[in-house]
């Protein structure tokens, strides 16, 4: 059973930093290209980072220079670190593979909520 667990949101100061973790069950994880996701209520889900099984990194045009994807193939983990936060950041984030088509649509998890505010 696939599982995606995502972690370490929170409320943070505008400039501040936040650091999200997703650990992931079920799936082959070394051969795939995971990807953050985050979603405003009301709006469509936007892709904010992926990185390959090889460590190729895309970032939108919203992460550039602002925020860095990892992964840990032997924990099957996946990180964002996020510094100079704004508030225009805050949203749900997610992670799943990259592209979420398929199967991997029915599989989202509960998110982790950022909040960016002063």
């Known amino acids: 059973q696939v599982q995606l667990v995502e972690s370490g949101g929170g409320l943070v100061q505008p400039g501040g930093s936040l650091r999200l973790s997703c650990a992931t069950s079920?799936?082959?994880?070394?051969?795939?290209?995971m990807g953050w996701y985050r979603q405003v209520l009301g709006k469509p889900r936007e892709l904010v980072a992926s990185i390959t099984p090889g460590g190729s990194i895309y970032y939108g045009d919203s992460a550039k220079g602002r925020f860095t994807i990892s992964r840990d193939n032997a924990k099957n983990m996946v990180y964002l670190q996020m510094n100079s936060l704004k508030p225009e950041d805050t949203a749900v984030y997610y992670c799943?593979?990259?592209?979420?088509?398929?199967?991997?649509?029915?599989?989202w998890g509960q998110g982790t909520q950022v909040t960016v505010s002063s």
């Open positions: 079920g799936i082959n994880f070394s051969i795939r290209t």
């Open positions: 799943n593979n990259d592209p979420p088509s398929g199967y991997w649509d029915i599989v």
